[in-house]
C-alpha cells in the first residue's frame, strides 16, 4: 500500500525559507519520481519539482528554479522540499506524489497537468506575507 504523506508547511514572510518533507512508504518502483506540486486558490495545479527514484535525477519548474531545491534521503524514505526566498506567490497547498518518471517530469517541466500520477498525499499549506 503506497503513501505519501507532505508535512512541514507554515507561514512565513516574504524572503524566509520552509523546508517540506515528503514521508512515502510502499514503493520502490523502477522508473518512478517523486514529485511536489502547488496549488493556489482559484488556480491550476503546478508541478514544481521532481526526483528520480532510480538516479536522484532532478527536474525543476521556472517558477522556482534556483529558490527551491529538492532531495531525498533513501535511509528515511523521505524526500525533501527546501524552500528558499520565498515570495507572496508561492503562497498554496502543497503536495507530494509519486509516479512514472515520465508523467511528473513532463508536468513540471511544461507546465501543464498531466492525468495518470497514481499516488497523492495530503497537502500542507505554505502562506507566504509580505
Known amino acids: 500500500d503506497v503513501q505519501l504523506q507532505a508535512s512541514g508547511g507554515g507561514s512565513v514572510q516574504t524572503g524566509e525559507s520552509l523546508r517540506l518533507s515528503c514521508a512515502v512508504s510502499?514503493?520502490?518502483?523502477?522508473?518512478?519520481?517523486i514529485g511536489w506540486f502547488r496549488q493556489a486558490p482559484g488556480k491550476e495545479r503546478e508541478g514544481i519539482s521532481c526526483i528520480s527514484v532510480s538516479d536522484g535525477s532532478t527536474y525543476y519548474a521556472d517558477s522556482v528554479k534556483g529558490r527551491f531545491t529538492i532531495s531525498r534521503d533513501n535511509a528515511k524514505n523521505t524526500v525533501y522540499l527546501q524552500m528558499n526566498s520565498l515570495k507572496p506567490e508561492d503562497t498554496a497547498v502543497y503536495y507530494c506524489?509519486?509516479?512514472?518518471?515520465?508523467?511528473?517530469?513532463?508536468?513540471?517541466?511544461?507546465?501543464?497537468?498531466?492525468?495518470?500520477?497514481?499516488?497523492w498525499g495530503e497537502g500542507t499549506l505554505v502562506t507566504v506575507s509580505s
Open positions: 506524489a509519486a509516479g512514472p518518471l515520465l508523467l511528473i517530469r513532463r508536468w513540471v517541466l511544461s507546465s501543464r497537468e498531466v492525468y495518470g500520477i497514481p499516488y
Open positions: 510502499g514503493f520502490t518502483f523502477e522508473g518512478y519520481a
